[in-house]
């Protein structure tokens, strides 16, 4: 499936989103009819052994669509960037709103199942770990193929796991003529849990160990990989 990936980050450190406005992006009233699914991470707490958590931008959402044209005509129509509009005005009593920085990235997104549990329904909370890897990789086949193959069943076995994913940079033609900047990660990923204690305990699991160590192995890549707890929750759009 396709997805793109939205970061807003609000002036000032460890600014959060309004829970009004976190409210409308969950009900998804107006959403544009060519997203599938879409989820909301605003930032949360959990605890890694092994990893120094950055600050968490103040909101990032996936969006799911069927299929590259989809996602395309969504962004050259703008309906994503008025439907955002429309709620961020809404509140228009918040001078941060005004000076969010927006940008986005389209990926493909891969699931792989899990034994404890389905994906998140419309309306439901849960908690995320969303990782990003800027790259680049020497060789990016080569990195996929290491990660997809090896990293990912280590994930899968995560106590309590309820969602993994993992998202390789897709190319996307849009225009940003609206101002938010094109994102090029070279890879994303998200792990859901029932809560952040959940995610801590699966952290300080023996599995958690059997990821560092994997990772140790990972063929050679550059730039920053920045892991994110945060508060998750899935949207109402069209189509459920």
């Not at 955002?84 to 969010?100: E, G, K, Q």
């Not at 493909?108 to 990003?132: I, N, T, W």
């Not at 070279?186 to 809560?195: P, W």
Request: glycine letters at 8%; hydrophobic letters at 40%; aromatic letters at 8%.
């Amino acid at each position: 499936m396709l997805s793109y990936f939205l970061t807003c980050e609000l002036p000032g450190q460890g600014q959060c989103l309004p829970e009004p406005i976190l409210g409308a992006l969950v009900r998804g009233v107006g959403l544009p009819a060519e997203i599938r699914r879409g989820l909301v991470f605003v930032p949360g707490e959990a605890k890694d052994r092994y990893t120094q958590d950055e600050q968490p931008p103040s909101l990032m959402m996936e969006l799911y669509f069927d299929t590259i044209t989809d996602l395309e005509r969504m962004l050259a129509g703008e309906g994503l960037v008025h439907w955002l509009s429309a709620i961020f005005s809404a509140h228009h009593d918040n001078p941060a709103l005004a000076a969010c920085t927006m940008s986005g990235q389209a990926m493909l997104s891969r699931d792989f199942a899990c034994p404890h549990g389905a994906c998140l329904q419309p309306g439901q909370e849960g908690f995320g770990y969303v990782v990003a890897y800027e790259g680049p990789a020497v060789d990016l086949n080569a990195w996929l193929s290491f990660y997809i193959a090896s990293h990912a069943p280590l994930l899968q076995k995560l106590p309590g796991v309820r969602e993994v994913e993992i998202s390789s940079e897709a190319m996307w033609c849009a225009p940003v003529a609206h101002g938010w900047k094109r994102e090029t990660y070279m890879q994303r990923n998200h792990v859901l849990f029932d809560s952040a204690q959940a995610l801590t305990d699966a952290l300080h699991s023996p599995v958690r160990d059997e990821l560092r160590r994997d990772g140790q192995a990972f063929p050679p890549a550059g730039g920053r990989s920045p892991h994110f707890p945060m508060r998750t929750l899935a949207m109402h759009t069209a189509a459920g």
